[in-house]
């Protein structure tokens, strides 16, 4: 255990390229955009599906 606690500390200090800050405000930017027109799609297809749903339902009964 202690063998694979050195070495992951080594990896991750001389071996891993850690990004810019200003690379990850590009990425956090870039996720929580694409997360808000997911969610925007996801509302709109439920929005259709209940209303459609809902007119069917009323022709027939």
């Known amino acids: 255990m202690i063998k ?4 992951a500390y080594n990896e991750l200090v ?9 690379s990850l405000q590009s990425s956090a930017t870039l996720v929580m955009v694409a997360s808000v027109i997911f969610a925007l799609v996801i509302f ?6 209940r209303h459609g ?3 069917v339902y009323s022709l027939l009964y």
């Not at 001389?14 to 200003?22: D, E, G, L, R, Y």
């Open 53 to 55: 749903v809902e007119m």
């Open 4 to 7: 694979y606690l050195k070495e």
């Open 14 to 22: 001389h071996k891993v390229t850690w990004p810019s800050f200003a």
């Open 44 to 49: 709109a297809m439920d929005f259709v599906f």
